[in-house]
């Protein structure tokens, strides 16, 4: 795979909250939450795709888009993916579930490896499947409670919407 086409998959290009990594979009997209290309996660036409709709002012992309607030299920979402150590939450809002430090540190040290393997998984063509490296394992054993339960919410539940304030863009 070239380096190219595995950063299209980085999940702050697909998620409209902060910094991400791919392992977040990968995972998203395993459990079968995505956004058809030229959309918001809300169904609205994202401005230059080829829905017909070009941006205006400002006044005008806030009447397209009114703000929105974060649901439940983001909430959750953010809960979830701290206590594997990974940070959901928009960087800029305070009082939101953090990954500690060493959880964080943890997620950080089998990342790289774990994308790897979860995107050579979604790739290949035949559907079988492969153990994970030992380390990632390791991991995702470690922490099965709490990817279950957010593949579970994610798959049963309503999708997870973050907050959209575009009128706080000037």
Known sequence: ???????GLRADRVL???????VVAAALLA???????????????????RGGWAP?????LVQRFPPVEANETALEAERLSAAIGIDLSP?????????SAEDAGRFQAVAERLAKWLLLELERPDGATTPPPAEV??????HAEHIGALREMLVRGKAPRW???????S
């Open 91 to 99: 960087p800029d809002l305070k009082g939101r579930a953090r990954p």
């Open 56 to 60: 205006g002012s400002l006044e005008e």
């Open 163 to 169: 907050e959209r304030h575009i009128e706080k863009l």
């Open 137 to 142: 394992s390791e991991f995702l054993s470690r």
């Open 16 to 22: 409209p909250c902060g910094r991400k990594t791919g």
């Open 1 to 7: 795979m070239t380096e190219e086409r595995s950063r």
């Open 31 to 49: 459990c079968g939450i995505g956004f058809a290309p030229g959309t918001w996660a809300d169904g609205a036409a994202v401005p230059g795709s």
